[in-house]
């Protein structure tokens, strides 16, 4: 099982990224999805999540401008990032709970976002 995560770059604040994660091989369920990040000399966070039944969670620094989402179907998970700020800048990895012949927590590869002020 892998998780790849796609859609980083550099944009000005105020702008919008959108970033994609999807999860492939012999995948039975997959579970809760979510974002972290981690900025340098900081610890990583939680920015967003999304469990199987649709329950969303956001971070506070995030809230009203993130938007977690999720096509079970295709296995993918999405972060539409709008409003960007130059403090959302960080290496973004996406989580999931994923069950094959057993159930375990797998991370992408991560994401840099960098936002220019």
């Known amino acids: 099982v892998q998780l790849q995560a796609s859609g980083g770059g550099l944009v000005q604040a105020g702008k919008s990224l959108k970033l994609s994660c999807r999860a492939s091989?012999?995948?039975?369920?997959?579970?809760?999805m979510g974002w972290y990040r981690q900025a340098p000399g900081k610890e990583r966070e939680l920015v967003a999540d999304?469990?199987?039944?649709?329950?969303?969670t956001y971070a506070d620094s995030v809230k009203g401008r993130f938007t977690i989402s999720r096509d079970n179907a295709k296995n993918t998970g999405y972060l539409q990032m709008n409003a960007l700020k130059p403090e959302d800048t960080a290496v973004y990895y996406c989580?999931?709970?994923?069950?094959?012949?057993?159930?375990?927590?797998?991370w992408g590869q991560g994401t840099q976002v960098t936002v220019s002020s």
């Open positions: 989580n999931a709970g994923i069950v094959t012949d057993s159930s375990r927590s797998y």
């Open positions: 999304c469990t199987i039944g649709g329950v969303k």
């Open positions: 091989g012999r995948i039975l369920s997959l579970n809760s």
